[in-house]
């Protein structure tokens, strides 16, 4: 099941995370709390599954939080310019 067949649209996952200067040091972390998005992805990128990081470690959270993370990071690579380095002839 996508996120679109459960009611959530792009607009709610980004509304679920903000950036405030004044919280977390800049840092983007889920609305209404002090939990930084890249700590959400650091336990999805060592196996544990949203399930058990919302069961055992931030229980305040929403498998919705942890999918908003997921598009964050996603948008965030999306959305940027690269411009690849030339190697310098050896």
Do not use: W
């Amino acid at each position: 099941m996508n996120l679109v067949d459960r009611g959530d649209s792009m607009d709610n996952l980004t509304e679920r995370i903000v950036v405030d200067p004044n919280i977390c040091h800049g840092q983007p972390c889920i609305k209404d709390t002090r939990i930084m998005v890249y700590l959400i992805l650091e336990l999805l990128e060592t196996g544990i599954t949203p399930e058990r990081i919302i069961q055992e470690y931030y229980p305040r959270l929403t498998r919705q939080d942890v999918e908003a993370c997921l598009h964050y990071a996603a948008s965030l690579i999306r959305d940027t310019e690269y411009i690849p380095f030339e190697t310098a002839p050896q």
